[in-house]
């Protein structure tokens, strides 16, 4: 298995700029999760998904997209970046929230300037 | 505001040592959990302790929950110089599907 994969690794934006973060698990995990992380900031949720077809918002949604068309696929939208968008973005995906397992797995992380 | 809080915010040690992390949250949980960052890596997931547990261990690690306090301890016995890392509480607040992050402790093992 390949775990929990992103692309692409680094990116570069000018303000205005729109651009979307791919995120993909082959675990087949029903939960996947955005977070972004910003030096002593910890993570902050953005948005996430309870099942294909279902998303909600985290702590820091404004700003971002997300749709779940897919079991596998959880891509993140910025529709207009600002500088104050980057950050480093990580993708996390686990088996459903009605298990006991929870145990998040991440992706290697997106490292985002917007300039 | 985020739900956890780890203190202390850094912490040095000689290995061999024992360190100690603790996380304080906010609001009820149905868990609360402990992850491991590697430099600017991919978190990993450490250990898992359901609000009606009180204790548990994973080789060196022993985390302990206090729900009346609302508080974690993440203990870390006979240190190495691998486990120089940033750590992570995350809880799942009750009634919700988010987990969510603590500002996490940096621990530096010196050889």
Redesign the interface.
């Known amino acids: 298995n390949a775990g929990?994969t992103q692309t692409p690794k680094f990116q570069v934006l000018k303000t205005g700029q729109s651009m979307t973060l791919q995120c993909a698990q082959d675990m087949n995990h029903e939960?996947m999760?955005w977070?972004r992380q910003d030096p002593?900031?910890?993570?902050?949720?953005i948005h996430?998904s309870?099942g294909a077809g279902i998303t909600?918002q985290?702590?820091v949604p404004n700003g971002y997209n997300v749709s779940r068309s897919t079991t596998e696929d959880f891509p993140l939208r910025l529709l207009s970046a600002a500088p104050s968008q980057t950050s480093?973005y990580?993708c996390?995906s686990s088996y459903s929230?009605g298990t006991?397992?929870?145990?998040?797995?991440?992706?290697?992380?997106t490292r985002l300037t917007v300039t | 505001s985020q739900q956890g809080e780890e203190d202390p915010q850094a912490l040095s040690i000689q290995e061999g040592e024992n360190a100690t992390m603790n996380c304080s949250y906010k609001t009820s949980i149905n868990n609360l959990q402990w992850y491991r960052q590697n430099s600017g890596r991919g978190l990993v997931h450490l250990i898992l302790i359901r609000s009606n547990e009180r204790e548990k261990h994973s080789g060196r690690l022993r985390v302990t929950l206090d729900t009346s306090k609302k508080s974690s301890s993440l203990l870390i016995t006979a240190s190495r110089a691998a486990d120089t890392a940033s750590y992570f509480c995350a809880t799942v607040p009750y009634n919700t599907d988010k987990l969510i992050f603590g500002t996490g402790t940096r621990l530096q093992v010196f050889p």
């Not at chain 1, 002593?40 to 949720?45: C, I, T």
């Not at chain 1, 006991?100 to 992380?109: A, D, K, T, V």
């Open positions: 929990v939960y999760s977070y002593g900031m910890g993570l902050r949720l996430y309870v909600d985290g702590e480093v990580f996390a929230s006991s397992h929870w145990e998040q797995y991440f992706g290697p992380g």
